[in-house]
C-alpha cells in the first residue's frame, strides 16, 4: 500500500478549506492558519504512523493495517447491501453476546474493533480503498474534540496561546498515537466534545445540539472503551456540583470519589459479579497471558482487599513512570522517558509558579480526578511497557494542558 499522491493532496486541500470555512473553528480563537497547520502535522503523523507500523516487525500485529483489511469487504457490503452493513453492526457469531468487560469472545469486545472498521469501510468509498488517503478524513474528525477541548481550557487560561495549544496538540506520545487511524484519536474526540457540551449545558442551560452531542460521544466513549465512560460519570457529577459553589472545590470531588470509593466496597461483598476488583485482576491476567517485548515483571494480583494495597505502588509506577530510564532499548522507549521527564518539568513548574491553585477552575479539577483515576486502572490492568504509553497518552494533554495553563508564562488579562 501506498500513497494515492494526487488524491490524497486534493483531500488535504478540500479539508483545509473546509477548517478554515466551519464556524465552530473560526470562533476556537485559534488563528485558522495555526489549525490548518496543525491538522496538516497531525496528518503527516498518522501517515508515518502508518507507514511504521507497516514494516515487516509490527504489520502482522498492527491493529491499524488489521482495520483496514477487514474493512474492504466491509467497504463491498456497503456498496451492494447498505441495510445489511447496518445490521451486521448489531449482530454476532457467537452463542450469546458474552461479558461486557470480556476480552475474548464477546460481541461488546468486538464492537470497538467494528466501530472503527465499519467507519474505515466508508472513508473507503471516497479514498478508493487507500488506508493512507483515510488518515485525512479520521484526522479531520479527530479535530472537532482537539478544538473543543483548547476552548475549555483556554476559558480560564493564563499562559500563552501556543504553550497551550502545544500541551493539546503535540505532546509526543499523544500525537502519534492520536493521529493514526486507531480508537485513540477517536475516543479523545470524544471526551472533548463531552466536556465541551457538558460545560454549556451547566453554564449555559446548552440547546439540543449539545444534549444530543453529549450524548452520541458519551455512547461512543461506552462501546468503544467502557471504563472511561463508567469514570467520567463521578468526574461529570464532582464537576457540577462544584460548579454551583464559589468555593471549597476540591472538597466535592473528594466527597464524591470517596462516595464511590465506599459504594464498590459495599457492592463487592454481593458477590464477584458486582466486584470491580473481579474485572479489574481478570483484565490484569488477561494482559498476563500475551507474548511481548515489552513485559513488565509485576507482582501477583487478586481480588483481595489487601493485594489491590500491596499492589498499589506498583500499579502508580506503571502508569506514571515506565519506561525507567534503567529500560530504555531504543528510540521509541528513549522518546517515551524523554516524554516522562518533559511531563515532570511541568508538574515541578506548575507547583512553583502556577496561579491560584487552590481556587482551580472545576473543569480542570475535573481533568485531573478522571484521568488519575482512569491511569490508575490501567496501572493495575496493563502489565506491557509498550502497552502503558499508548494508554497514558490518551490521557496526558487532561493532565498537562490544565497545569500549563495556569502557568503564567505570559501576562494574560484577566477575562
Request: charged residues 15%; glycine residues 4%; proline residues 4%.
Amino acid at each position: 500500500m501506498t500513497i494515492d499522491i494526487v488524491p490524497f493532496i486534493l483531500y488535504l486541500i478540500l479539508f483545509c478549506f473546509v477548517i478554515s470555512w466551519i464556524p465552530f473553528f473560526k470562533k476556537s480563537g485559534i488563528s485558522v492558519w495555526v489549525l490548518i497547520g496543525l491538522f496538516c502535522v497531525k496528518v503527516a503523523v498518522g501517515v508515518v504512523y502508518g507507514m511504521y507500523l507497516k514494516a515487516p516487525a509490527f504489520v502482522d500485529k498492527a491493529d491499524t493495517w488489521r482495520f483496514y483489511k477487514e474493512s474492504l469487504p466491509e467497504t463491498q457490503l456497503l456498496l451492494h447491501h447498505p441495510l445489511l452493513f447496518i445490521k451486521s453492526i448489531f449482530t454476532h457469531s457467537y452463542t450469546e453476546t458474552g461479558g461486557l468487560f470480556s476480552g475474548k469472545n464477546s460481541y461488546w469486545n468486538d464492537l470497538k474493533d467494528n466501530i472503527i472498521i465499519k467507519l474505515m469501510a466508508v472513508c473507503n468509498v471516497f479514498t478508493r480503498n487507500n488506508y493512507f488517503t483515510n488518515v485525512i478524513f479520521f484526522n479531520f474528525s479527530f479535530l472537532f474534540g482537539l478544538v473543543a477541548f483548547f476552548k475549555l481550557v483556554w476559558l480560564y487560561s493564563r499562559t500563552h496561546k501556543y504553550c497551550l495549544l502545544a500541551a493539546i496538540f503535540l505532546m509526543p506520545s499523544f500525537l502519534f498515537w492520536g493521529s493514526g487511524i486507531h480508537k485513540d484519536g477517536l475516543l479523545f474526540s470524544a471526551l472533548g466534545i463531552v466536556f465541551y457540551c457538558f460545560y454549556h449545558i451547566i453554564k449555559k442551560k446548552g440547546e439540543i445540539k449539545h444534549w444530543l452531542s453529549l450524548t452520541i460521544c458519551f455512547l461512543l466513549l461506552f462501546l468503544v472503551k467502557n471504563y472511561l465512560a463508567i469514570a467520567l460519570v463521578p468526574a461529570l457529577f464532582s464537576w457540577w456540583l462544584a460548579d454551583r459553589n464559589h468555593q471549597r472545590h476540591q472538597f466535592y470531588f473528594m466527597a464524591v470519589y470517596a462516595g464511590c470509593l465506599f459504594a464498590l466496597i459495599v457492592v463487592a461483598l454481593l458477590g464477584d459479579h458486582t466486584n470491580v476488583m473481579v474485572h479489574v485482576v481478570n483484565k490484569h491476567n488477561e494482559f498476563l497471558l500475551l507474548n511481548g517485548n515489552s513485559a513488565i515483571k509485576v507482582p501477583l494480583l487478586i481480588a483481595t482487599t489487601e493485594s489491590v494495597i500491596m499492589y498499589f505502588p506498583t500499579a502508580i509506577d506503571i502508569a506514571f513512570v515506565r519506561p525507567h530510564l534503567t529500560e530504555i532499548k531504543n528510540a521509541s522507549y528513549a522518546l517515551a522517558f524523554s516524554e516522562t521527564l518533559l511531563s515532570a518539568s511541568i508538574i515541578i513548574l506548575f507547583l512553583v509558579f502556577g496561579k491560584h491553585k487552590r481556587l482551580m477552575p472545576p473543569f480542570y479539577i475535573c481533568c485531573f480526578y478522571f484521568a488519575f483515576s482512569v491511569l490508575l486502572l490501567d496501572g493495575y490492568t496493563v502489565t506491557f511497557t509498550g502497552a502503558i504509553v499508548r494508554y497514558r497518552s490518551l490521557m496526558l494533554p487532561l493532565l498537562i494542558a490544565p497545569m500549563v495553563a495556569m502557568i503564567p508564562f505570559n501576562t494574560r488579562q484577566k477575562k
